[in-house]
């Protein structure tokens, strides 16, 4: 018998996350990749799984925990593995030893304590007492509260200890419901925006009234935030893609010996890095004074993905430094992720430009909202086949409908069809990807 030690894996991102659900207690037998705990930051949960197989001995954090890449998160009784534990130094943990049981009187607040210096064994901080107190639910109850789109600590718990149970997050909804009765009035974000009237939709027919799950929640006040705060203007063209679809088919039998799907987004993405590149105002993001501009000097491009949990924005570093096949890789990896809810935070964060594409469903054209603090993101919509003049005939040609919105405080019109114009140049010219 030996003990291993399971750490939180790399996040990608030196910001703390939060557990918020221990799905494991002591003593239960672990399967490799069994899921351990999850952890949610401001964009995303994740699961963390088990990189070892055996009985729990230990488990190092607790509900309501803040931890970093690297943190041990448990430890694990192996039948085979040779290897001893590697304890943590003792600036490793803030939190008390972890059980399934928190002890808020243990935790240390965040304002009394010296924050340790980052390193992956020092990764566990510690939470306030007021932020665990209020954490108090079982992995059941937490996943219920996800499920109805209800935020834990609007709820008032009424078990032991301030214990959350299945009643009180059923009981929370009930009365959101009783108070928005059948109107559902929506409220002015104020600063004089006239609020939608309410309107009594049982009046009219059969209504149930559903929570919006967690991401739809993001996505709501993300939307919100870059409609009102981003002035928007939507360039339109067309990029003839009848050569592009010509090497696809060519790359077909490759395709298949290489099992990566090679869609039209890879070329997209290489054609935005480039163009990204060349155009390097739709690189910047403006600083919060106003007065000031960052430049970007990477390229990370993000695609919307169409999950069942909802929309998601993965991130594709280095697009520039990439090649076609790696980045076809990539997409497939990440939307993958992506519709299995495992996308960590450093897989959704630093995007410089996104993409969405709808080329796959349908539609002529459509006018994205830019993904602030970007500066613009790109539409793609279905190609079809369209007449274009050859200076002496219409020929038919694949015509691919590209949108482009962007943000009126950074870019200019100009800036705005100078760049499609490029793009459309690139993605009709494949060979022009290699300049
Ligand atoms: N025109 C015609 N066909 C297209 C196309 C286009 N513009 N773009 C892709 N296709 C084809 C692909 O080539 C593929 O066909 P083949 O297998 O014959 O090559 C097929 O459509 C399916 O493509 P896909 O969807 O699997 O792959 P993708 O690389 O085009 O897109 C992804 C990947 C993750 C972007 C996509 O699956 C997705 O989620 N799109 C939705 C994005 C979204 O919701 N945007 C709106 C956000 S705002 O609400």
Same mark, same amino acid.
């Given at each position: 018998?030996?003990?291993?030690?399971?750490?939180?894996?790399?996040?990608?991102?030196?910001?703390?996350?939060?557990?918020?659900? #221990?799905?494991?207690?002591?003593?239960?037998?672990?399967?490799?990749?069994?899921?351990?705990?999850?952890?949610?930051?401001?964009?995303?949960?994740?699961?963390?799984?088990?990189?070892?197989?055996?009985?729990?001995?230990?488990?190092?954090?607790?509900?309501?925990?803040?931890?970093?890449?690297?943190?041990?998160?448990?430890?694990?009784?192996?039948?085979?593995?040779?290897?001893?534990?590697?304890?943590?130094?003792?600036?490793?943990? &803030?939190?008390?030893?972890? /059980?399934? &049981?928190?002890?808020?009187?243990?935790?240390?607040?965040?304002?009394?304590?010296?924050?340790?210096?980052?390193?992956?064994?020092?990764?566990?901080?510690?939470?306030?007492?007021?932020?665990?107190?209020?954490?108090?639910?079982?992995?059941?109850?937490?996943?219920?509260?996800?499920?109805?789109?209800?935020?834990?600590?609007?709820?008032?718990?009424?078990?032991?200890?301030?214990?959350?149970?299945?009643?009180?997050?059923?009981?929370?909804?009930?009365?959101?419901?009783?108070?928005?009765?059948?109107?559902?009035?929506? &409220?002015?974000?104020?600063?004089?925006?006239?609020?939608?009237?309410?309107?009594?939709?049982?009046?009219?027919?059969?209504?149930?009234?559903?929570?919006?799950?967690?991401?739809?929640?993001? &996505?709501?006040?993300?939307?919100?935030?870059?409609?009102?705060?981003?002035?928007?203007? /939507?360039?339109?063209?067309?990029?003839?893609?009848?050569?592009?679809?010509?090497?696809?088919?060519?790359?077909?039998?490759?395709?298949?010996?290489?099992?990566?799907?090679?869609?039209?987004?890879?070329?997209?993405?290489?054609?935005?890095?480039?163009?990204?590149?060349?155009?390097?105002?739709?690189?910047?993001?403006?600083?919060?004074?106003?007065?000031?501009?960052?430049?970007?000097?990477?390229?990370?491009?993000?695609?919307?993905?169409?999950?069942?949990?909802?929309?998601?924005?993965?991130?594709?570093?280095?697009?520039?430094?990439?090649?076609?096949?790696?980045?076809?890789?990539?997409?497939?990896?990440?939307?993958?992720?992506?519709?299995?809810?495992?996308?960590?935070?450093?897989?959704?964060?630093?995007?410089? +430009?996104?993409?969405?594409?709808?080329?796959?469903?349908?539609?002529?054209? +459509?006018?994205?909202?830019?993904?602030?603090?970007?500066?613009?993101?790109?539409?793609?919509?279905?190609?079809?086949?369209?007449?274009?003049?050859?200076?002496?005939?219409?020929?038919?040609?694949?015509?691919?409908?590209?949108?482009?919105?962007?943000?009126?405080?950074?870019?200019?019109?100009?800036?705005?069809?100078?760049?499609?114009?490029?793009?459309?140049?690139?993605?009709?010219?494949?060979?022009?990807?290699? #300049?």
């Amino acid at each position: 018998m030996a003990t291993e030690l399971v750490h939180i894996p790399d996040l990608g991102s030196s910001d703390a996350v939060d557990v918020i659900e #221990l799905c494991v207690k002591l003593g239960d037998m672990i399967t490799l990749d069994q899921s351990l705990i999850v952890l949610e930051s401001a964009k995303a949960s994740m699961e963390v799984p088990s990189t070892a197989a055996g009985k729990l001995l230990a488990l190092r954090v607790k509900a309501g925990d803040k931890v970093l890449s690297g943190a041990v998160i448990a430890e694990i009784e192996t039948a085979d593995a040779a290897t001893s534990p590697q304890e943590p130094t003792a600036a490793a943990v &803030t939190t008390p030893a972890a /059980t399934n &049981t928190p002890t808020p009187a243990t935790t240390v607040s965040i304002a009394n304590t010296t924050p340790p210096a980052v390193t992956p064994a020092a990764s566990v901080t510690a939470t306030t007492t007021e932020q665990t107190a209020l954490l108090y639910a079982g992995p059941a109850v937490r996943k219920l509260a996800r499920e109805l789109g209800v935020e834990l600590r609007d709820v008032k718990a009424s078990g032991p200890r301030q214990r959350i149970t299945h009643e009180d997050v059923r009981a929370y909804v009930k009365h959101v419901v009783q108070k928005l009765g059948t109107t559902g009035a929506v &409220t002015s974000g104020g600063a004089g925006i006239p609020p939608v009237p309410p309107v009594d939709y049982a009046k009219y027919g059969d209504t149930t009234l559903e929570p919006l799950s967690r991401i739809d929640k993001i &996505t709501r006040d993300n939307m919100h935030r870059a409609w009102l705060n981003v002035p928007h203007v /939507t360039q339109f063209d067309h990029a003839d893609v009848t050569d592009l679809e010509e090497f696809r088919e060519q790359m077909k039998p490759e395709i298949a010996r290489r099992g990566i799907k090679l869609t039209p987004l890879a070329f997209l993405l290489k054609a935005c890095a480039n163009a990204l590149r060349e155009h390097s105002r739709f690189n910047r993001a403006l600083h919060a004074d106003g007065e000031h501009f960052f430049q970007r000097h990477y390229i990370h491009i993000g695609i919307a993905v169409d999950t069942p949990l909802g929309l998601m924005v993965p991130v594709i570093r280095e697009v520039d430094k990439k090649g076609l096949w790696e980045i076809a890789s990539e997409v497939a990896q990440l939307s993958e992720k992506a519709r299995l809810g495992k996308l960590l935070p450093g897989d959704i964060t630093g995007g410089c +430009f996104t993409i969405s594409s709808l080329g796959a469903i349908g539609g002529e054209g +459509f006018t994205p909202i830019v993904n602030t603090p970007e500066v613009a993101i790109l539409g793609v919509s279905k190609t079809k086949i369209g007449p274009v003049w050859d200076g002496s005939a219409f020929a038919p040609r694949k015509l691919m409908p590209l949108t482009l919105s962007y943000d009126h405080r950074v870019l200019n019109g100009a800036d705005a069809g100078r760049f499609l114009t490029f793009l459309v140049e690139e993605i009709g010219d494949i060979r022009r990807l290699l #300049l």
